[in-house]
């Protein structure tokens, strides 16, 4: 007679399951995504604004789905991880979360094999266990979960953002005059290049350069005379093993900006005519800055 297949071994194959699943429905969603998007950008060129605004809600919608399933993803590679703990007649404080979101969710959602992961879950833990889960009784349930589960329609400001950036994505004029008003002003920077009155040079140094003469024959001036010469090199940032990635859009952030100190870090003019950052035309209007216009804004900030 073959040995009986434990609940925790039921348990990890659904969970694999349901990661695959739940991988394949946000491509399905992201390929919608896009077509729905498109179908907005031909409503704003016509001048429907009010029903592009009605069908982008469907949109805002789709994405918060979206970003429910990477969520609930996450929890069961979690599970799958641990499925050892889960041996333990009582839930372990560490997969508590998880194991409640997912309890939680499942019959909120169209993903079945969730929904065989979570009767799993009732075998294991309790009838009470489930209950106190699809309350929330106790407050376990991830926020987020319970946020993205909400049907709160979206608010004004946000179905505003997506229009503005589905506008931008699609090159059209909307709001009108918004691509007559030009590049935003630039931002008053330290000279990166190095050739300003300083010649590069730190404080302490420039101090020293202006407020003192040194013999011509001293060593102190002749490293002064190297550093004024001195300039960054042009392909800084190119070979840097440092990658940064900015956030994606989503929901709660439709337009992610890379900022310092609250402030957006984009290249001035003098950045880009010294080849230390590409021009905002050469983005294609991402607005999300490469690494070598992080690498000049953080070395002039550091002078």
């Known amino acids: 007679m073959p040995p009986s297949v434990t609940i925790v071994a039921k348990l990890k194959v659904q969970l694999k399951l349901s990661i695959a699943r739940l991988r ?11 077509t729905q998007r498109r179908a907005m950008a031909q409503l ?8 592009a605004r009605i ?21 069961c590679e979690l599970l799958l991880a641990r499925a050892a703990l889960l041996e333990s007649p009582t839930c372990d404080p ?28 009732g075998e294991r833990f309790g009838k009470e266990f489930v209950l106190a889960a699809m309350e929330n009784s106790d407050g376990s349930v991830s926020e987020k ?5 909400s049907v709160t329609p979206p608010k004004p400001e946000l179905v505003q953002g997506y229009l503005e950036e589905i506008a931008k994505a699609y090159g059209i004029d909307w709001p009108k005059g918004t691509r007559e008003l030009g590049p935003p002003p630039e931002l008053v920077d330290a000279d ?11 404080g302490d140094q420039a101090h020293m350069a202006s407020g003192t003469d040194l013999p011509a024959d001293s060593k102190a001036a002749q490293e002064r005379d ?38 957006e870090l984009k290249p001035n003019k003098k950045m880009v005519d010294s080849g230390l950052a590409k021009p905002s035309e050469d983005r294609k209007g991402d607005g999300i800055p490469d690494v070598n216009e992080l690498a000049a804004r953080f070395a002039a900030l550091k002078r």
């Open 55 to 75: 069908r982008t809600e469907n949109i805002i919608r789709s994405d918060i789905n979206t970003e429910l399933h990477e969520i609930l993803e996450l929890y």
């Open 24 to 34: 394949m429905v946000q491509q399905r969603d992201e390929a919608m995504g896009k």
């Open 94 to 121: 560490g997969l508590e979360e998880a194991v409640k979101s997912i309890i939680y969710a499942a019959l909120r959602t169209e993903i079945k094999e969730l929904q065989q992961v979570r009767v799993l879950l």
């Open 226 to 263: 190297d550093l004024s010469r001195a300039t960054p090199p042009r392909t800084f940032g190119s070979s840097n093993p440092l990658h940064v990635n900015p956030s994606s859009p989503s929901t709660e952030n439709p337009r992610p900006k890379v900022t310092l100190n609250s402030m």
């Open 192 to 202: 990166p290049s190095g050739d300003g009155h300083n010649g590069g040079l730190d």
């Open 145 to 149: 979960v319970v946020k993205k589960l």
């Open 44 to 51: 704003l060129e016509v001048g429907k604004i009010e029903s």
